[in-house]
């Protein structure tokens, strides 16, 4: 038997981890970045997560040079105590993309991208009385991706990711609070490890808004 642990615990690793991340990534794209700072924002959400009921945000900076700055946040944590039942995630991703083509240039945030991220997170997914759960998972890869507009100030991202995927998981049996493991194994593993289609939201366009240009 092993008991539950903190929630807190967990929370604060995953977050050390995304905050050393997010800096790796931002001093990369800022050393590829003139001194112009950011030149746009945009808001997202992955509706690839939202079906799966798992709420999530993400926002990404535009640099100069076509460099962009993209960070996500996932969280889920539906229960049924009375019946066992746990839905719980969360985690987080810091990717630096770098924008190529045509249409890039001419509407930021807007054709093909391809981009080197990293995520952190947890799980812990229990039906019928036997679950899965793992206290943090780790993965870094590459992804390509193209963001089609939609509407004004609205677009699609679709993004593939591939990389490698490592932790530790559990297979056990909930018994009061405690989980009794059945089973515990190592994961490695290197393939698809993202995907997305997301829905942003292009809130403004700084550089213009710096020079008096109205949109």
Same mark, same amino acid.
């Given at each position: 038997?092993?008991?539950?642990?903190?929630?807190?615990?967990?929370?604060?690793?995953?977050?050390?981890?995304?905050?050393?991340?997010?800096?790796?990534?931002?001093?990369?794209?800022?050393?590829?970045?003139?001194?112009?700072?950011?030149?746009?924002?945009?808001?997202?959400?992955?509706?690839?997560?939202?079906?799966?009921?798992?709420?999530?945000?993400?926002?990404?900076?535009?640099?100069?040079?076509?460099?962009?700055?993209?960070?996500?946040?996932?969280?889920?944590?539906?229960?049924?105590?009375?019946?066992?039942?746990?839905?719980?995630?969360?985690?987080?991703?810091?990717?630096?993309?770098?924008?190529?083509?045509?249409?890039?240039?001419?509407?930021?945030?807007?054709?093909?991208?391809?981009?080197?991220?990293?995520?952190?997170?947890?799980?812990?997914?229990?039906?019928?009385?036997?679950?899965?759960? /793992?206290?943090? =998972? #780790? *993965?870094?890869?590459?992804?390509?991706?193209?963001? @089609?507009? $939609?509407?004004? !100030?609205?677009?699609?991202?679709?993004?593939?990711?591939?990389?490698?995927?490592?932790?530790?998981?559990?297979?056990?049996?909930?018994?009061?609070?405690?989980?009794?493991?059945?089973?515990?194994? /190592?994961?490695? =593993? #290197? *393939?698809?490890?993202?995907?997305?289609?997301?829905? @942003?939201? $292009?809130?403004? !366009?700084?550089?213009?808004?710096?020079?008096?240009?109205?949109?």
């Amino acid at each position: 038997m092993i008991r539950l642990k903190s929630r807190s615990v967990r929370m604060r690793w995953i977050l050390a981890g995304i905050c050393i991340l997010f800096s790796c990534s931002w001093n990369k794209v800022i050393a590829q970045s003139d001194t112009q700072g950011v030149q746009q924002i945009a808001v997202k959400t992955n509706l690839l997560y939202d079906g799966a009921m798992v709420p999530n945000i993400g926002v990404e900076l535009m640099f100069p040079q076509q460099w962009s700055l993209n960070a996500s946040w996932n969280y889920a944590w539906w229960s049924n105590d009375t019946k066992h039942r746990y839905w719980r995630t969360y985690g987080g991703e810091i990717e630096a993309r770098k924008w190529h083509g045509r249409v890039a240039q001419q509407y930021p945030l807007r054709g093909h991208h391809t981009g080197l991220f990293m995520m952190a997170g947890m799980y812990d997914f229990e039906w019928e009385h036997a679950g899965y759960m /793992n206290d943090l =998972y #780790f *993965g870094i890869g590459a992804s390509y991706g193209y963001a @089609v507009k $939609i509407a004004h !100030n609205l677009s699609l991202d679709f993004v593939i990711g591939i990389g490698y995927l490592c932790g530790t998981y559990y297979k056990y049996r909930p018994q009061d609070n405690e989980y009794c493991i059945l089973k515990r194994r /190592n994961l490695s =593993y #290197f *393939g698809p490890i993202k995907a997305e289609v997301s829905l @942003v939201w $292009i809130i403004d !366009n700084i550089a213009k808004r710096k020079k008096g240009v109205r949109k």
